[in-house]
């Protein structure tokens, strides 16, 4: 199993930007597949982007072309840099990481877009 923390939440205009990160321990990060999911009010919650351990990745089609996902192993620690945000990308953002046989959840980091 592994803990997860994520922090980089806040309130940002229409067009900005804003990272997320993700902070593991608990276990071997590098063996993970790592990801990124969120929920809106009322909705249910939604994949946003996964990171593999091999490093490829794959992204919900709503994100892409303005979502980067990544990772950086020795500080076990995973990425979602945000651009070009829009209104409907307001959601509570939740960290996820997976093995073999387990997944592990993030508490949730609010992120907010303003018009």
């Known amino acids: 199993q592994v803990q997860l923390v994520e922090s980089g939440g806040g309130l940002v205009q229409a067009g900005g930007s804003l990272r997320l990160s993700c902070a593991a321990s608990?276990?071997?990060?590098?063996?993970?597949?790592m990801g990124w999911y969120r929920q809106a009010p009322g909705k249910q919650r939604e994949l946003v982007a996964h990171?593999?351990?091999?490093?490829?990745?794959n992204y919900a089609n709503s994100v892409k072309g303005r979502f980067t996902i990544s990772r950086d192993n020795p500080k076990s620690t995973v990425y979602l840099q945000m651009n070009s945000l829009k209104l409907e990308d307001t959601a509570v953002y939740y960290c996820m990481g997976a093995g073999t046989e387990f997944h592990s959840w993030g508490q949730g980091t609010q992120v907010t877009v303003s018009s």
């Open positions: 990171i593999f351990r091999d490093g490829s990745t």
């Open positions: 608990g276990s071997i990060f590098s063996s993970l597949t």
